[in-house]
C-alpha cells in the first residue's frame, strides 16, 4: 500500500515538472516575440503591420494635397483659405483655430459692424431724392438689375426667334429673296455695361504696358534716354484725366469715322485712349527703377558670356526687374479702372461710368440705390483684378512681391 501512494506521488511531481518546464518555455517565447516586435500582437501582428503601412500611405496624400491647396491659395492671395486646409488636414487644430479667427472672423465682423452703421447712418441721411437707401434696399436693387438682365436676354432670345420665322416664311414664299439679319438695339443691360467697361480698360491697360515697359527697360538701361525721358514723365504724369478727355475727343473725331465695318465706337477709343494715357506713367516708372536696380555683377556676366542685345534683355534684364514690373503694372491697372469711370462719364461709352450718370441724371426713387450697387461692383472688381494681376506677378517671379 505504501509502495502504491509513493508511486503514484511520484507520477504528480513528473506530470507537474513537465507542464511548469512547458509553461516556462512558452513564456519565454512570447518575451522574445515581444522584444523583437514591441507594437505588434504575435497573432495579429502582420495585419496590423498592413493598417498601419495604409495609413501612413493615406496620411502621406493627405499632406502632399494640403500643401498643393495651401500653395495655390498663397498664389493667388486667399490666404484665409490656409487654416481651413491645414484644419482638414488635422494640423495642429488648435493653431489653425486662432489664425481662422484672425484671417475670416475679424474682418467679418468689421464688416457687419459697417453694414450696421451705415443701415444706422443711412435713415438719417436725406437728399432730394429721399433717403439714402441702406444696405437692404441696395441688395434689392442689385437683384432688380439681375432680373432686367435676364428679362432682356429673353426679349433678346424672343427678337432673333420672330426674325428667322419671319425668314423663314419668305424663302417658303420667294426662294430667291434677299434676307437680311438686324441686330438687337435694346438697352445695354447692367451686365452689359460691366463687360464693357472691363474690354475698355483691359485695352487702354495693354496699350500702356505694351509702351511703358519698353520704353522702362530703356531708361533703366541708358542714363541719357533717362535724362532725355525724364522731364517729359515728370510733366505728364499728373495730368488729371478730365484734361486728357478733350483732347482725345477733339482727336479721335477728325481722325476715325465709324463705318458699317469699324471694329470700334468712338466712346470706346476716347475711354481706351484716355485709360492709357493715365495708366501708363506708373508701369513707366517702375519699370525704369527695377532695371536700373540690376545688380551690376549679372550685367558684366552677359558682357563676358558676350550675350547679345536681345539675350541680354531676355534673360537677364526683364527676369531680374520683373517684381518692379508687376508692381507698376498693378498701380497702372489701379489707376485705369479708376480713370475709367470718369472717361466713360464724359465720352458716353456705355459701361459702368455711362451707368453711373444715367441714374444720376434720371432722378427717380431706385436711382441712388442702384448707383451704390455701382460703387460696390467698381470697388469688388478692383479688388478681382489687383488679384490676377498679384497672382501673375507671384507666377512669374517665383513668389518675389514687393
Known amino acids: 500500500m505504501g509502495n502504491i501512494s509513493g508511486r503514484i506521488f511520484l507520477e504528480k511531481v513528473f506530470l507537474t515538472g513537465i507542464f511548469l518546464a512547458i509553461t516556462n518555455m512558452s513564456m519565454k517565447t512570447n518575451t522574445l516575440y515581444k522584444d523583437e516586435n ?18 501612413t500611405k493615406k496620411s502621406g496624400e493627405k499632406i502632399a494635397l494640403s500643401t498643393k491647396i495651401v500653395n495655390i491659395l498663397e498664389l493667388t492671395g486667399f490666404t484665409w483659405g490656409i487654416p481651413i486646409t491645414k484644419l482638414c488636414a488635422g494640423e495642429d487644430p488648435r493653431e489653425q483655430i486662432r489664425q481662422l479667427g484672425k484671417v475670416m472672423v475679424i474682418p467679418i465682423f468689421a464688416f457687419i459692424l459697417f453694414l450696421l452703421m451705415w443701415d444706422w447712418a443711412a435713415g438719417k441721411a436725406h437728399t432730394s431724392l429721399g433717403d439714402i437707401p441702406g444696405p437692404a434696399a441696395v441688395w434689392s436693387e442689385a437683384r432688380g438689375l439681375l432680373d432686367n438682365h435676364y428679362k432682356e436676354r429673353e426679349k433678346e432670345a424672343e427678337f432673333y426667334q420672330r426674325q428667322k420665322e419671319r425668314n423663314a416664311k419668305a424663302l417658303a414664299a420667294d426662294p430667291n429673296v434677299k434676307i437680311t439679319m438686324r441686330s438687337y438695339t435694346g438697352k445695354p443691360t447692367f451686365l452689359d455695361q460691366i463687360t464693357t467697361s472691363l474690354w475698355t480698360v483691359f485695352t487702354g491697360f495693354i496699350l500702356a504696358a505694351m509702351i511703358a515697359v519698353p520704353l522702362g527697360v530703356l531708361c533703366g538701361l541708358s542714363s541719357t534716354v533717362n535724362t532725355a525721358l525724364n522731364p517729359l514723365i515728370q510733366i505728364f504724369k499728373p495730368i488729371s484725366p478730365l484734361a486728357w478727355l478733350p483732347i482725345v475727343t477733339l482727336v479721335i473725331s477728325a ?15 476716347i475711354s481706351a485712349i484716355t485709360v492709357m494715357l493715365c495708366s501708363l506713367w506708373p508701369a513707366l516708372i ?3 527703377v527695377g532695371v536700373a536696380s ?16 536681345f539675350r541680354t534683355i531676355s534673360k537677364i534684364v526683364i527676369p531680374s526687374a520683373l517684381p ?7 498701380l497702372s ?21 455711362k451707368f453711373i450718370w444715367d441714374e444720376f441724371q434720371n432722378g427717380s426713387s431706385h436711382s441712388q ?15 478681382m483684378l489687383d488679384r490676377i494681376i498679384m497672382t501673375l506677378q507671384k507666377f512669374f517671379s517665383f513668389g518675389k512681391t514687393l
Open 369 to 383: 440705390g442702384r448707383i451704390l450697387v455701382a460703387v460696390f461692383t467698381i470697388g469688388i472688381i478692383g479688388f
Open 286 to 288: 517702375n519699370t525704369a
Open 333 to 353: 491697372l489701379g489707376v485705369g479702372w479708376m480713370v475709367l469711370i470718369a472717361s466713360e462719364m464724359l465720352a458716353q461709352n456705355p459701361g459702368l461710368g
Open 294 to 309: 540690376i545688380d551690376k555683377d549679372l550685367m558684366n556676366v552677359s558682357r563676358v558670356l558676350q550675350l547679345g542685345w
Open 324 to 330: 518692379l514690373i508687376f508692381t507698376g503694372l498693378r
Open 255 to 269: 481722325t476715325y469715322e465709324v463705318t458699317a465695318n469699324s471694329w470700334f465706337e468712338k466712346a470706346f477709343l
Open 38 to 55: 514591441p507594437n505588434r500582437d504575435p497573432v495579429s501582428g502582420p495585419v496590423a503591420q498592413k493598417v498601419e503601412i495604409l495609413a
